[in-house]
């Protein structure tokens, strides 16, 4: 009897657990050091844009970027830019630090919902600097762009979000 209860209680113990953990999407099996993860990211500088990718060999989209780099360390993202729209701690971009995800609009800057993602690589004063992959016409690829000498991606900002597994 004692061995039925128990097998009963780590059957619904594990099932709450399992069934709790399906709406995460933001998880880690261990944490990270923010340096470790912007040394990992900025190694990926220069390869080319690709629509749908997350793959060094073939390219990047952004989301597929953010996805690649934060899956080298074990820590499960959304894939896809949309799914940051109700994902993570915001942040005010004063106080974000490196290993912080940065959220914009898509290029309809009247859509408020999230079409590109990037990850802020530091935030000295005013200097919010973030890698991304970019599809623009100037810069294509993985990049580094300056938040606030860029105009085209202050109109795009919906918010800054925060993983507790970055330290």
């Given at each position: 009897?004692?061995?039925?209860?128990?097998?009963?209680?780590?059957?619904?113990?594990?099932?709450?657990?399992?069934?709790?953990?399906?709406?995460?999407?933001?998880?880690?099996?261990?944490?990270?050091?923010?340096?470790?993860?912007?040394?990992?990211a900025k190694k990926q500088i220069g390869i080319k844009y690709r629509y749908?990718?997350?793959?060094?060999?073939?390219?990047?989209?952004?989301?597929?970027?953010?996805?690649?780099?934060?899956?080298?360390?074990n820590i499960k993202v959304p894939r896809a830019s949309m799914d940051y729209e109700k994902e993570g701690k915001v942040i005010h971009p004063d106080s974000c630090k490196a290993g912080d995800i940065i959220v914009f609009t898509g290029t309809n800057t009247k859509n408020r919902t999230p079409g590109h993602v990037g990850i802020i690589i530091y935030?000295?004063?005013?200097?919010?600097?973030?890698?991304?992959?970019s599809s623009?016409?100037?810069?294509?690829?993985?990049?580094?762009?300056?938040?606030?000498?860029?105009?085209?991606?202050?109109?795009?900002?919906i918010k800054i979000v925060r993983l507790s597994v970055v330290y």
């Open positions: 009897m004692y061995k039925t209860i128990k097998f009963l209680f780590l059957f619904l113990v594990f099932g709450f657990f399992s069934y709790a953990q399906k709406g995460i999407k933001i998880y880690a099996t261990g944490g990270i050091s923010a340096d470790s993860l912007i040394a990992f749908a990718n997350a793959n060094p060999k073939t390219g990047f989209d952004c989301s597929g970027f953010v996805y690649y780099v934060f899956d080298h360390f935030n000295k004063g005013k200097e919010l600097n973030f890698i991304h992959s623009g016409h100037k810069r294509v690829g993985v990049i580094i762009t300056n938040f606030k000498d860029s105009p085209y991606y202050k109109s795009r900002f």
